[in-house]
Each structure stands twice: as C-alpha cells, then as structure tokens.
C-alpha cells in the first residue's frame, strides 16, 4: 500500500470519528417542565386571607379543601387552576384583574390554543392575572367583552335573575316587522323554552334591519335564536353596552382596565 493510500485512509477514519463525535454533541436534553405548584400556606396567603402560620392552623383543623377534598397535610402542593376553598368559600392568590375588550371581527371567544386567533391574544399584555372572558362573543361579532378573575363578579355577571344586561346593535337581512318585534318584547319560545330580552327598538333615524335589544344572557347565540326563528338572518352584531360600560374611548381592538368605581358599579348594577 502507497504513503498515499495510507494517508487517505487515515484520513477517512479521522473525518469519520469527528463526524460520529460531531453528532453525538448535537444531541441535546429535553428541558424540564415548570414545576408551577405552590404550598397551600402560600396559597392561602397570597389570596389575602391570613398569614401563612395562621393558614397552617386552618390546614391542620381541616378548614381548606382543594377540588372537593379537605387537605390537613402540611406542606401541600397546588396549582393556580386549582379549586382551592376556605370555610366554603372559594379564594384566589392572584390579583383580581379586570379588563375591557372592544373585540374587532375574526377572533374566537375562547382560552383554547386550537382555535386560532382568539380574545385572549388581544388582551395578552393587560395583565399578569389569568383572567377568562366572561360570557361570548360568536368570531364575527364585534364589540364590547369584559374578562376577569374575580368569580364573584362572574357570579354575578352570569346570572339569570341579577345579571348584568347587554345592549346589541343587530343589523338584519331584512325590516323587522312591526309584529316580531312585539312578538320579540313579550316572549318567544323556542324549542319548548322561554326566551325573554330586557328590551328591543328601532334604532332611530336608523333602517328598522337596524335593532338594538338587550339581554341578560351572556352569550350572543341566544339573539341567533332569536332570529333565526323569526326567518331573519344577522348580517351584523355589536355589543355596545355591558351595564353601564361603553366603548367610548376604546379603538376595535383594544382594551382598557377599569377604574375601581367602574368595577363597583358593575357589581351593583340593576
């Protein structure tokens, strides 16, 4: 064998070790997940409720319950997600954030990840606080939607009897006859189940496709029903009014946290 010939082979063997050397470096390890838990004492305390001593008392006399099941164990973990209860009453650790949304066309109501662009993308900067939406928007309606933590403004929202009303702007593919709109004011049933509006009108100066109608119902899909049982079809829906909030000074697209008197009235709103 030639000087040469040795020499490639050598040369070969060399590239071929850097090359199996080269790929075992490029293999690199999986990152751990977070491990987002917290104790409960913290949890408890961060929530406002009393200090972390004081919160393992509580723990110890079975005052505290996480999804349903009372927790005496020290030095418990939990996640935020977590149902966590103090004497029966649910608490949360988190600041109680609370922001408007004027919600533009092409965004889902929803905190799902699989549905493309949602509400929460808009509204991902306002605050560190894991606020939800209250209530829906359909992905082509536009208009006012209000996401929060505080479950007792949820509650309240929510509600069938003390809810707070939402005022619509529907455009129709039609005129609404003078006889559905009475027809809309004193109560439709649909598949066998009532639905009542706060209140429905003309728009004035407006086409009468043009309508504004209130509800308590927190999602729009009731007005559809609405309707769609009338043979109307909705070209446009605009939720202008949450209580007594507007979107005067908040661009599609934007949103703005509320100031504390706007958040006690919203809570006392009838």
Not at 38 to 45: D, M, P, S, V
Not at 76 to 87: A, G, I, P, S, T
Request: charged fraction near 30%; glycine fraction near 8%.
């Amino acid at each position: 064998m030639s000087r040469d010939q040795k020499n490639t082979g050598k040369k070969n063997f060399t590239n071929k070790k850097a090359h199996q050397y080269k790929a075992k470096s490029k293999k690199t390890v999986a990152p751990k997940k977070e491990d987002t838990a917290i104790r409960l004492n913290k949890y408890i305390a961060n929530s406002g409720i009393c200090s972390r001593r004081e919160a393992d008392m509580h723990i110890k006399i079975g005052s505290v319950s996480v999804n349903g099941k009372v927790i005496s164990e020290m030095g418990y973990k939990v996640q935020l997600e977590d149902d966590v209860r103090f004497d029966g009453a649910r608490i949360n650790p988190e600041p109680k954030a609370y922001v408007l949304l004027n919600k533009p066309k092409g965004f889902a109501t929803t905190d799902s990840e699989s549905k493309g662009r949602t509400v929460m993308d808009l509204v991902a900067n306002a605050t560190k606080s894991r606020i939800k939406p209250i209530g829906r928007l359909g992905r082509n309606a536009t208009g006012l939607l209000l996401f929060t933590n505080d479950l007792d403004l949820v509650k309240k929202v929510t509600s069938s009897k003390t809810g707070v009303k939402r005022l619509f702007q529907v455009e129709l593919d039609k005129n609404l006859k003078h006889e559905d709109l009475k027809a809309i004011q004193a109560g439709l049933t649909i598949d066998g189940k009532k639905v009542n509006v706060v209140e429905i009108s003309y728009i004035s100066n407006k086409p009468k496709r043009e309508i504004g109608i209130s509800i308590l119902n927190t999602g729009n899909g009731v007005l559809r029903s609405i309707f769609e049982h009338l043979n109307y079809d909705i070209l446009k829906m605009d939720c202008v009014m949450i209580g007594d909030l507007t979107k005067k000074d908040i661009p599609r697209g934007h949103w703005k946290i509320l100031t504390p008197q706007e958040v006690i009235n919203l809570k006392h709103f009838k």
